[in-house]
């Protein structure tokens, strides 16, 4: 690569490498917000949050990458552009090459970057999320405990607590059980934490007292303890995890699904269209590298016209990238379409490729902008009539 080579791919990756990392940030806090009931209503903690949190950005950051790498050769390109640099360029007779060797490579990392998401780290951050997901449902904390609430369990235990510190502490208890038909036990304890160990779940209390009332003779009797472990495992889910979906499972086993599966015999399609999409998600990366080299990689002095050139590729990239998604989703049904799932990223890159290469300069957009110039030159003076009218 030449010396104005190596200069234009270090502007492309760091603008790519910031629109990244913005929309990355954005996109993640939009979705990890929506995690936040594992610590408001749920009792977790913060670590689990952020575990939870980070196993979402792998799906997240296979989403806008593609994007970041659009926006950092548009941005750079129309920079060069501003700047004079690139009219230099095409002044000084260089050939197409010297803007879409960079262009190549950085689409070539964005596109290993993606496979390795889409191939590997996606997958396994699903099962990951799925299972974390699941014990966290399970688990009786999560599920029953709310302060300031009596929560019935069954027909015959009514569960209380006033309030629950962040380090898992349970203040104000109160417990009243009456699975034994014979006697009515109310439990209350100032503190109490719940352990998990090989024999089960239990709420250990501390500082309480046990309250049996006999049903038969009518007669109560109080017992003070310092310490009390109340066993609550036959309250906890089962914690079984549901069968995985095609997105969720590893690309090795797309690639040999176990015929026995019974996700697989619902839908054997889904899997073969999950593992094609994979395949072929990472294509979209190079095309969003080539689009903008071909459309703004010749100079162009007129800022509306480079405008809509502009907005004009972002809707072209838009559309493309939307056109495979939804052909993903008719080929779950219909693996006759699987072919285009590849298709449509690689014919757009040989359209792209064929454009840059032969020079087409596209010129429509400068019609598109001296149409809307002549329309509002047309109502302005309506306008001001208008104005000095009234």
């Known amino acids: 690569m030449t010396l104005i080579g190596r200069y234009i791919f270090k502007r492309m990756l760091a603008a790519a490498m910031l629109s990244l990392g913005g929309l990355a940030g954005t996109v993640w806090l939009s979705q990890a917000l929506r995690e936040l009931n594992l610590v408001t209503t749920q009792g977790q903690s913060f670590v689990t949050f952020a575990q939870v949190s980070a196993l979402i950005f792998p799906g997240l950051l296979l989403i806008v990458c593609p994007v970041g790498v659009l926006i950092g050769v548009i941005y750079t390109l129309n920079q060069l552009n501003a700047d004079s640099e690139l009219v230099i360029i095409n002044a000084s007779g260089a050939s197409p090459v010297t803007l879409l060797k960079p262009a190549l490579l950085l689409g070539a990392i964005g596109m290993v970057l993606v496979g390795t998401m889409s191939l590997y780290l996606v997958p396994r951050s699903l099962q990951a999320a799925r299972e974390m997901i699941t014990n966290i449902n399970s688990d009786f904390v999560s599920s029953f405990i709310q302060e300031g609430t009596f929560v019935q369990l069954g027909n015959d235990l009514v569960f209380h607590i006033r309030d629950r510190k962040p380090d898992g502490v349970l203040e104000g208890i ?46 109560m009797s109080i017992i003070q303890f310092e310490s009390y472990a109340f066993d609550m495992s036959t309250f906890g889910g089962g914690g079984a995890l549901p069968a995985y979906n095609a997105a969720e499972r590893s690309t090795a086993y797309l690639l040999s699904p176990d015929v026995n599966d019974e996700e697989y015999q619902k839908r054997p399609g889904a899997f073969t269209a999950e593992l094609h999409d994979r395949l072929s998600s990472p294509l979209y990366t190079l095309l969003f590298a080539l689009l903008p080299v071909m459309a703004l990689g010749q100079a162009q002095t007129t800022r509306q016209g480079r405008g809509v050139l502009i907005l004009s590729t972002v809707l072209l990239a838009t559309g493309i990238r939307v056109g495979g998604l939804i052909v993903a989703g008719i080929a779950a049904n219909n693996v006759l379409l699987v072919p285009l799932l590849y298709v449509i990223p690689l014919g757009s890159i040989a359209i792209a490729l064929f454009a840059t290469l032969k020079g087409y300069r596209f010129a429509a957009s400068e019609g598109i902008g001296s149409a809307v110039t002549e329309l509002v030159q047309r109502l302005m003076p309506r306008r001001q009539a208008a104005g000095g009218r009234a």
């Open 174 to 219: 109160f417990i009243q059980d009456e699975r034994d038909k014979t006697q009515s036990t109310v439990y209350v304890a100032g503190q109490g934490i719940i352990l998990k160990n090989p024999l089960g779940t239990f709420l250990v209390m501390r500082n309480g007292t046990i309250q049996q009332r006999s049903v038969e003779k009518g007669s």
